[in-house]
């Protein structure tokens, strides 16, 4: 890493990167549509897939001094690539949603909401019209993710479906999850379907946290529930006890925390065949009398600078949780 970013080649040759020709100097974002109402963007990167070190340079030079310093700031060189590709991948593609200006990933400016959730800080003249930008990123070692909706908040969160866990799933789940999530892990007596459906509950009530922009600390796992609406009768959980792409999931707020909202979207997903990802959306005022409303999702995969292939209509996703349609 450090002869990354230390011994940098100069950015106007042409590198030859991942089996294509990328000319540093030219390259540029395409430009993408706005998300619609009850649409979120999701966009991702692989870790292993990004190798070129004048492409990874050209990352860093796009990222704010404060950002710089807190990628170098990171032990191994692994995790200061995780963190420069989650910095360079918010910049990148929040750049190619403007309508009526040109800013680009470099000028960007961000600012935190009292609880430390970061935001896009349009700094411009009004009369430009920028667009009301939410997003959110997550990431593993193997999958870095980034969410975008227009109005709407967002909160996203990624895992590996191969994730183990020191510790016995219940007990873990009896001290972060509620009474009624801990009851529906305890019904699934196949332990790796056990450890599944954890992993999946995990990632929607990290989304859930996220989403709401609060923080952990005020919102904690255990003051809420993942329910699932086709698979409750009378308030309790009945068999299968897993969650399905048929099921409706909502959050149900408990405890001291009531005024938590339970006005969300959430779209479970399958990537890769290897991860799981959660979205969570908050819902459009007019959404309130109409029931059960799909989210149109378009799905992603980018190396910033280089490509982007929209995956939506492949083999590589697939919806396995909440009510949602995949554009292509």
Known sequence: MRSMLYNKLPLTMNTYCFGRTLATASCS????????????????????????????????????????????????????????????????????YQTNCQIGPKSLKFRKNSYGKPEVDWQYADDWNLPPLHFNISHTSSLIACGVTVGSQIGIDVEEKQRRLKNDILAFARRYFSPHEVEMLAHIVDPELRRHEFIKLWTLKEAYVKALGRGFSASPFNTFTIRLRDHLKEGI????????????????????????????????LELLGSHYAAVCIEKDSTDEDKGSIPINMTIRKTIPFVEDECISATDTVAVIGGLSKLLV
Request: with cysteine; hydrophobic share 40%; charged share 25%.
């Open 29 to 96: 974002l395409s430009p993408v549509q706005l998300p619609a109402q009850k649409e979120a963007h999701f966009w991702y990167v692989l870790p292993n897939e990004v190798k070129c070190t004048n492409l990874l340079n050209r990352y860093f030079e796009i990222l704010s001094p404060c950002e710089k310093e807190n990628v170098l700031r990171m032990r191994g060189e692994e995790l200061k690539k995780s963190a420069l590709l989650a910095r360079a991948l918010v910049r990148t593609t929040l750049a190619r």
């Open 237 to 268: 959980h009945v068999l299968p006890h897993v969650i399905s792409k048929e099921d409706d999931i909502f959050a149900e707020p408990s405890g001291e925390l009531e005024d938590l909202s339970s006005n969300w979207h959430f779209v479970l």
